[in-house]
Structure formats: C-alpha cells, structure tokens
C-alpha cells in the first residue's frame, strides 16, 4: 500500500465488500465467504490513488495517478464509464446516487455523472 496521506485506497462497500488499491491494483475481499479477488489493474507507470463504493449498486469508481477515473461493476468485473478531467491524481472520490465528485492534485473538484453519454 503506498504510504501517502492524501490517498483513500480503502473503503468499504454496503454490501459487505471490502476493497484496496495496492500498488497499481484493486483488489475486492468478500466478507461472507473470505475471498479475495483482483477487480482491475492499471498500467504499469501508473498506480491507483483512490477507490470509492456506490452506496446502491455493485459498482466502484477507482481513480488513478494519471487523473482518469474509471467505474467498475464487480459481479461483470468490466469497465461501465471512464471519466478524465483531471490532469493530476484523484485522491479523493464521492457518490451521491449516480453523480460522483472527485478532487485532485490539480486542485479542482470535478462532478460526473455515470447517465450522461460519454463525450466523443
């Protein structure tokens, strides 16, 4: 785990999912059965600086070093949106329902939301 107090790599899911973002991966521990799971990897000059549950699905938005911030549905483990903005790492990550506030190095706080069409 990267030693960084500005990171948020951990967090806790509603329904009883915990997950980490070590290095350049995110990994899911499932607490009804022990499991662990590897959700997604970044590049390898990259390295994930955020993860946050949404309150009401089974997704999770993980930002990165690079300002992208992707959401993942964790039972399909696939990429639903990818969103960019940021030109420096996301280290803080929000849900309220289906829009998402993420802060940055950059010193900008973005809101996105996960309905809208992705830009062309």
């Not at 960084?4 to 806790?12: E, F, I, M």
């Not at 973002?21 to 995110?26: F, P, R, T």
């Not at 639903?80 to 706080?109: E, P, Q, Y």
Request: overall charge neutral; glycine content about 4%.
């Amino acid at each position: 785990m990267i030693d960084d107090y500005y990171l948020n790599l951990l967090d806790w899911s509603p329904h009883n999912v915990l997950a980490i973002g070590l290095d350049n991966a995110v990994y899911i521990w499932r607490a009804c059965n022990s499991k662990v799971e590897k959700l997604c990897e970044v590049s390898d000059n990259d390295q994930i600086a955020s993860v946050s549950w949404s309150p009401r699905m089974n997704q999770i938005a993980v930002g990165n070093t690079m300002g992208e911030i992707e959401v993942y549905d964790t039972v399909k483990k696939k990429i639903v949106r990818t969103f960019d903005g940021h030109i420096s790492r996301v280290g803080s990550l929000a849900w309220n329902d289906k829009l998402i506030a993420s802060g940055s190095r950059d010193r900008n706080i973005l809101l996105s939301d996960i309905r809208c069409k992705e830009a062309k």
